[in-house]
């Protein structure tokens, strides 16, 4: 890591650094790995090394420092080094690292794992058990018929969000339902011997109860985005900085259980292969602006209804999601990126008139 600016190290030498570690006596399952699996973990490592070097330059204050990850937590090969069997039932690991034959099960797409389309193959070890990835070269898009409608949603902790018709999600928290177990498989874990099986089984459990959250965060997110993107021509939501929000120690835990930048990220991503409009707003005033009158009404977070003094009395997050849906509407020569193009709407017109034109 300190050698990076001094010797000037390209991903080229790193690269040739690596395969010199085949040969090594101090890491054997280097010189077992295909030639492409040992180049697809240098990619990996100088990304992350990359990463780091450049987060230092933004002067972020979470740079990133890379982190040791175990030979045995997962392996990727790219167009060799594996085989398909001719069901797409099983595949054959045909380097020396001794894997063989893998039988695939689960629910997957078998017509789609043609070869010319994979372009890696990564196997991952889990809590509860190995998985095989099919990285695939292939575009997605499924458009869907437009419905005339246009949503602004305001992302919260008492309800995980508020649209601008007045609907509200609740807020799943998924983390704090299973705290209690968590917390009794850890403390379990803190009373076994280091190095003891009991205590790596222990420790299993508790991974495995980490991965249960990870994944029903995961399909909340999904499912909701989803949901958005079928019932609506254009979806807007606040740019919110989560780094900085989670800053609050008192909120943290509850904005990271919330999970709200990997719910926004499956917005933008059902929206790019559904054909539908997905935009971010800057989030100042949001909640303060009255969406009748635009005069800045003041409240604190433990105020939840929007009262002014124009006559409009609404629920503070529905007040919110009108100006962020309001904001999207009437920007003037915004550019919004959607399937690729570049939609330039003038001041006051409704970007659901694009859509819908």
Known sequence: ??????????????????????????????GNLNSMARQASAERAWFAISRFYDNCKKGLAQKGYPKFKKFSRSVEYKTSGWKLSEDKKSIHITDKTGIGRLKLVGSYNREILDKPLIKRVRLIKRADGFYCQFVLDLERVELLNSTG??????????????????????NPRFLRK???????????????????????KQKSKVARLHLKVSRQRKDFAVKTAKALIQSNDLVVYEDLKVSNMVKNRKLAKSISDASWSMFTDWLDYFGKIHGKFVVAVNPQYTSQQCSDCGNIVKKTLS?????CSCGCVLDRDENAAINILRRANTVGRTEIQALGQTTHCLLGESLIDKVTG
Do not use: W
């Open 1 to 30: 890591m300190d050698s990076h600016r001094e010797d000037k190290v390209n991903y080229a030498s790193f690269c040739k650094f690596v395969t010199t570690l085949s040969n090594d006596s101090d890491t054997p399952f280097v």
């Open 149 to 170: 409608k246009e949503v602004g949603i305001d992302l919260g902790l008492n309800h995980f969000l508020t649209d601008s018709n007045g609907d509200k999600i609740d």
């Open 178 to 200: 299973a705290e209690k177990r968590l917390k009794k498989a850890q403390r379990k874990l803190s009373k076994k011997k280091k190095g003891s099986q009991k205590r790596l």
């Open 303 to 307: 105020v939840r209804t929007h009262i």
